[in-house]
């Protein structure tokens, strides 16, 4: 079992900044793949970043070249600094953490006002 715990929401302007941090507990040694999804209203959750156990990343075509995720695998935790938000980016974000099965946190509202 894994427990994920994010924070770091809120609301910035457009153009802001903000970082999300996810902390794993658990069996968290076995934890492969992290990352952050987000699901707008209306809209279906959809992969923002994510981060293997060794390394490689995968970004959503709308976020490269603004957001960067990152891990600090001593820590059991995930990041996604936020650049350059866009009132788009607007969404419920949620940690995602895979081990046999898919794990989420509870989510963490980012609000982009233009």
């Known amino acids: 079992q894994v427990q994920l715990v994010e924070s770091g929401g809120g609301l910035v302007q457009a153009g802001g900044s903000l970082r999300l941090s996810c902390a794993a507990s658990?069996?968290?040694?076995?934890?492969?793949?992290m990352g952050w999804y987000r699901q707008a209203p209306g809209k279906q959750r959809e992969l923002v970043a994510r981060?293997?156990?060794?390394?490689?990343?995968n970004y959503a075509d709308s976020v490269k070249g603004r957001f960067t995720i990152s891990r600090d695998f001593s820590k059991n935790t995930v990041y996604l600094q936020m650049n350059s938000l866009k009132f788009d980016d607007t969404a419920v974000y949620y940690c995602?953490?895979?081990?046999?099965?898919?794990?989420w946190g509870q989510g963490t509202q980012v609000t982009v006002s233009s």
């Open positions: 995602y953490a895979y081990l046999s099965t898919d794990y």
């Open positions: 658990g069996m968290t040694f076995r934890i492969g793949v």
């Open positions: 981060m293997a156990g060794g390394g490689s990343t």
